[in-house]
């Protein structure tokens, strides 16, 4: 497992996450203003940390074995398509950004909203910088994560453990949510480079 460190502060989109609020075509000048100068504070806050690992793929009977057991999913068998190697990685923003927007809720509910949708961009942002250094030259196809489409939630568990993921400091509950709560997990296949 490999522990990555951003170079450069993490900036959420706030176009995405005003879309992320439903309030696109929304130009009411308060509103923007209160969500710009969100995410500046939010981005001050951000401890971000990533993690890493490479896997072989192994296929059998119609189903993808990435170290931890076969799995029936035809959306993993479509994103590993013509990859014979794999990247897991995690991405998380810290607690610190929870306590943010556990913080903000205290403000009001309002403000709440806007962090937390502003978080969620920059967890997004964070994952795909993580990406892009794991991916360097490689020929890659997209990432995808547990829980989207037949890909069942049940391989974070499996994911986190091969990453050690506690190392940096992302945990996993019983309903597979993941502490803290600004954090992706992924996998994206890795095809022979050209």
């Known amino acids: 497992m490999r522990v990555i460190r951003p ?9 995405e996450a005003i879309r992320y609020m439903k309030c696109t075509g929304f130009n009411d000048s308060d509103f ?20 890493y690992h490479y896997v072989n793929i192994a296929r059998e009977g119609g189903k993808v074995d990435i ?3 076969k799995i029936n999913s035809r959306l993993l068998e479509r994103a ?8 897991l990685f995690c991405a ?22 806007i962090c937390d949708a502003l978080a969620s961009s920059a967890v997004e942002v ?9 991916k360097g030259e490689l020929i890659t196809n997209p990432r995808v994560s547990p829980g989207y489409g037949d890909f069942s939630i049940e391989y974070q568990r499996d994911i986190l453990k091969i990453l050690e993921a506690e190392r940096i400091g992302v945990y996993l509950l019983p309903s597979m949510q993941m502490l803290p709560s600004k954090t992706v997990s992924a996998i994206f296949g890795i095809k022979q480079v050209q």
């Open 32 to 51: 923007i203003n209160k969500v710009n100068t969100m995410a500046n504070t939010l981005s001050e806050s951000i401890l971000p940390l990533g993690c």
């Open 67 to 69: 170290g931890f057991g």
């Open 126 to 134: 964070w994952a795909d910088k993580i990406e892009e250094r794991i």
């Open 92 to 113: 998380t923003l810290g607690q610190t950004t929870d306590r943010m927007i556990e913080k903000q809720g205290n403000i009001s509910s309002l403000d709440q909203m």
């Open 80 to 87: 590993l398509e013509g990859c014979d190697r794999a990247a």
């Open 7 to 15: 170079e450069c502060r993490i900036e959420p989109r706030v176009n």
